[in-house]
């Protein structure tokens, strides 16, 4: 019996330490929130809002995860140099254009391009900054 309680706690203890212990990409994943949320506040929140919902015709929301889903790979490229083209989102059209932000260094793109696709109802994941680095490169 006693052999039985001391295994069932060297069980508990090492679940417990798995458990307790998140992966790097979770860590990577709340770190690039935390500062992407920073950048977020300081370049986009004026025209998109504190909470995503956009700038009436002005500036488009970012609650549509349909949108922000179909056009993860040039959201990379919209953040650093902004958009000239309408944009159609939710069904409405917006046609004023999105200012560059060529001074954000690629992980700061990297960082407030996750924080917009998991926060506003968006959950879409980790995208690490070397991803982020190689669709910055092919922008045109």
């Known amino acids: 019996m006693r052999k039985y309680i001391i295994n069932s706690l060297s069980l508990l ?12 990409e979770t860590i990577d994943l709340q770190n690039y929130m935390s500062n992407g949320k920073d950048i977020y506040i300081a370049r986009c929140q004026n025209c998109h809002g504190k909470n995503g919902e956009g700038l009436g015709e002005l500036a488009p929301p970012l609650t549509d995860s349909i949108f922000l889903k179909t056009n993860k790979s040039r959201l990379a490229c919209m953040i650093r140099n902004g958009a000239n083209e309408s ?5 409405k059209t917006y046609k004023e254009k999105m200012p560059a932000f060529p001074e954000l260094a690629d992980i700061d ?9 998991n926060s506003f109802g968006n959950n879409q994941g980790f995208v ?5 680095s190689v669709q910055l490169q092919s922008c045109r």
């Open 13 to 24: 203890s090492i679940l417990a330490i798995v458990i307790s212990c998140q992966n790097q």
């Open 87 to 91: 944009l159609l989102i939710s069904g």
């Open 109 to 117: 793109v990297a960082q407030v391009m996750v924080f917009i696709t």
């Open 128 to 132: 690490p900054y070397k991803e982020v």
